[in-house]
């Protein structure tokens, strides 16, 4: 039976911290799927991405750890996307320690730690210091 892992997120400006978490979700299974949010959805979040949704999930499809790459456009997809996909695993980081709970209706939930002193925002504050030339 193939266990396949599912997770979601944003993955601008793709970084160690998202590599370490998709590379320890892929070590608990066969196969990881990830939900990439839309530029729409990011909106919803409230959270601008600098990568636009084409080339965040390009990049996320390049990831030796990521077998499929699929939108996230809402809050609410994800049962469907459990149960369609056939997941057995849904992993996120533990930012998000507790919100998930409800879909261990679905599958089983697990919370890893985040990578500390990584960040998509602290990336783009520490460019942002770069003079220009
Ligand atoms: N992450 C991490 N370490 C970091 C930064 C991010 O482990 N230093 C993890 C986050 O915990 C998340 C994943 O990498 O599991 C993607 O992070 P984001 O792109 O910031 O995703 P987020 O905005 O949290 O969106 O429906 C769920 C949301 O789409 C998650």
Avoid at 5 to 32: N, S
Avoid at 82 to 89: D, L, Q, S
Wanted: charge should be negative; proline fraction near 3%.
């Amino acid at each position: 039976m193939v266990k396949r892992i599912i997770t979601y997120g944003t993955f601008d400006l793709f970084h160690i911290g998202h590599v370490r978490l998709l590379k320890r979700l892929r070590a608990l299974g066969d196969e990881l799927y990830v939900g990439c949010a839309t530029d729409a959805f990011n909106k919803m979040k409230d959270k601008s991405s600098i990568i636009p949704f084409e080339e965040r999930v390009e990049v996320l499809s390049a990831c030796r750890y990521v077998d499929y790459v699929f939108p996230e456009e809402n809050w609410e997809q994800k049962p469907s996307d459990i149960e369609g996909f056939g997941a057995h695993v849904f992993g996120i980081g533990d930012d998000w320690e507790g919100k998930f709970d409800y879909l261990s209706k679905h599958c089983e939930v697990i919370y890893l730690s985040r990578t500390d002193e990584v960040s998509t925002t602290q990336l783009i504050q520490y460019v942002q210091c770069i003079p220009k030339r």
